[in-house]
């Protein structure tokens, strides 16, 4: 395992030299933020995005993410054109020697939160999911992509109306059975992030929920190109998930680890935590991991808002610090035997 810790580009209020700082911290895990989704990825730009963070005694570990256009999930006749451009993107990759693509097949949304600063009894913030409270708010809302206008957003959901889940599930294979191979050929693997949160928000069909969906989108291409994002706090968020048997099961096909955690507080409702707090055993999932032998990068993933920092909510620097020095420390006691 080597430790990564994400940053947005020269946006970002974070300063490469301070993540440099972070004990453990190898490598970073960003993206080409401003290209739009479905274009290919100017090699030179990703090139100068690798110079960037080398110039600061680090490399670029993990693309997190290319996109998938709507178009591609939707079964739309102008996906093979858009598959055609993220294949180029992923060959970009590989020719640069970027190893790792984390990637998504939500349908319109990332992750979600109704709450980007619920207040904690220490005082700090943190994201937080409340399933009631979203059914009574509309496109409006906290940590919807920006991306989407209002009204474009509302044409989506209209577009999806007939999606279920089956036919998600059909259009994701189409994709698969035509990167995964590329993908091998340069050299990346591909790794899918969970859905998060892990069920259907306003009747979207979420399909990677699950071991079983996961253990399902190896066997889509049963090739050891295509893997997961294992994401302990997306994965965790479900309580009938067992996040160390999945890690078992699922075995060389986790290319990348999310670690955080988080407290489920009722039905479809819950809030983030500090790594070492909440209901997932960070310990039991890095044990097995060790276990089956998992030696790619991992990020501390959201983190609280502490100290008075301000920022872009979940993705301040001193929580995400203290969760990658306190995840280096549980491989190191690990490492070194029970």
């Known amino acids: 395992m080597y430790m990564t810790f994400r940053w947005f580009g020269r946006a970002d209020p974070i300063p490469l030299a301070h993540i440099r700082q972070i004990p453990g911290v190898q490598g970073v895990v960003s993206a080409l933020y401003d290209v739009p989704v479905g274009d290919t990825w100017p090699k030179s730009r990703l090139e100068q995005l690798q110079d960037d963070i080398a110039d600061a005694g680090l490399r670029l570990a993990v693309v997190e ?11 739309r006749p102008t996906r093979d054109r858009l ?3 993220y294949c180029e993107s992923v060959r970009a990759m590989g020719e640069l020697g970027v ?4 990637y998504n097949f939500m349908p319109v949304f990332d992750w979600m939160r109704t709450d980007l600063a619920m207040r904690l009894p220490d005082g700090s913030t943190a994201l ?3 399933d009631a409270a979203l059914t009574r708010m509309d496109v409006d809302l906290p940590g919807w992509a920006t991306s989407y206008t209002a009204g474009e957003l509302r044409g989506l959901l209209a577009a999806y109306g007939d999606m279920d889940a089956e036919r998600l599930w059909d259009h994701f294979a189409y994709f698969l059975e035509r990167v995964v191979p590329v993908a091998e050929q340069a050299g990346v693997r591909m790794a899918i992030h969970p859905d998060d949160p892990p069920w259907s928000i306003f009747g979207l069909p979420r399909i990677i929920c699950r071991g079983a969906d996961l253990e399902r989108l190896v066997k889509l291409v049963d090739r050891p190109a295509n893997g997961v ?13 067992d996040l160390p048997a999945m890690v078992r099961r699922l075995g060389s096909r986790i290319h990348f680890a999310h670690c955080r955690n988080v407290r489920v507080t009722g039905e479809r409702k819950f809030h983030e935590t500090p790594h070492p707090s909440g209901d997932v055993s960070l310990a039991d999932v ?9 030696a790619g ?8 808002m502490i100290w008075g920092e301000q920022g872009r909510a979940g993705y301040g620097l001193y929580d995400r610090a203290l969760g990658a020095t306190y995840l280096e420390g549980l491989w190191e006691g690990l490492a070194g035997g029970e």
Do not use: Q
């Open 65 to 75: 993410s290319i996109p998938v256009h709507e178009d591609i999930k939707l079964g």
């Open 229 to 241: 994002t294992f994401c302990t706090g997306s994965l965790g968020a479900l309580p009938e998930n």
């Open 286 to 294: 890095l044990r097995a991991f060790r276990d089956t032998g998992f």
């Open 99 to 102: 190893r790792v693509l984390c």
């Open 128 to 130: 937080a999911y409340d």
């Open 297 to 304: 990068p991992m990020r501390p993933d959201h983190g609280r």
């Open 83 to 85: 598959i055609a451009n």
